[in-house]
């Protein structure tokens, strides 16, 4: 009777033991990691969300990259409105050099956009086929971006020779002056 007694002791002792554990460890641990891993959760999703975020913006800074080494390459500089007569020395010259003559430079009032300065030219001249035609090219290869709107030519025979009558209309942009 004396081990049955010992046995039930020892077994009620462990059953005592384990529900203590169970209570006391087990419980609050198991309580503990399940809101750890409801967090964990939680934190997954909001990275989830950012790291879509960060693509984009790993995207947009490709773009950024992308545009800036178009900038690099380009040859077209926005320069300032006191290179106006720079520009138009540069036509002036550029049209002597192709042997064109009766030359009118006419600048019109300018435009103000958001973020530049748009300004009509107008070239009225006659020269020679080649001449024009070499002029054009320069004109496009100038560092100052430009637009030319219209363009028209008029053949006449002059003194024998064959020339053409020519009118330029185009825009030349420039960077808004500091403080203006």
Not at 46 to 53: N, Y
Request: aromatic content about 6%; overall charge neutral.
């Amino acid at each position: 009777m004396q081990i049955e007694k010992d046995i039930l002791l020892s077994v009620g002792a462990t059953v005592g033991i384990m529900a203590v554990f169970f209570a006391f460890v087990w419980m609050p641990n198991h309580r503990c990691l399940t809101m750890t891993q409801a967090d964990l959760l939680a934190v997954e999703s909001e990275l989830k969300t950012e790291l879509v975020k960060v693509e984009h913006l790993s995207a947009l800074s490709d773009e950024v990259k992308r545009i800036e080494s178009q900038l690099k390459a380009s040859d077209k500089i926005l320069g300032s409105k006191r290179e106006l007569g720079k520009l138009l020395r540069t036509f002036s010259t550029e049209l002597r050099k192709h042997g064109i003559s009766d030359k009118s430079i006419q600048t019109q009032s300018h435009r103000r956009e958001a973020d530049y300065i748009v300004l009509p030219v107008t070239l009225s001249f006659k020269g020679s086929f080649d001449g024009t035609f070499d002029f054009l090219k320069r004109l496009e290869q100038l560092s100052n971006p430009m637009h030319i709107n219209r363009l028209s030519m008029k053949r006449r025979i002059d003194k024998g020779e064959d020339l053409i009558d020519v009118r330029v209309e185009l825009n030349a942009f420039f960077a808004p002056q500091e403080g203006g």
